[in-house]
């Protein structure tokens, strides 16, 4: 799987830890959700404050 954190359109780089971390969270939260397939292709998440 591929993640790319960008910040204020800044892309982060993130090590193999953290990828996993991230894509662990996000894939276990969403796929949880009522009406997510189990064949999904790709999530996006904006996160703005």
């Not at 193999?16 to 949880?32: D, M, Q, Y």
């Amino acid at each position: 799987m591929g993640l790319k954190l960008k910040v204020d359109g800044k892309e982060i780089p993130l090590n193999k830890f953290v990828e996993k971390i991230l894509n662990s969270t996000i894939v276990g939260a969403v796929s949880s959700l009522k009406g997510i397939k189990e064949d999904w292709k790709k999530i996006e998440i904006d996160l703005s404050r």
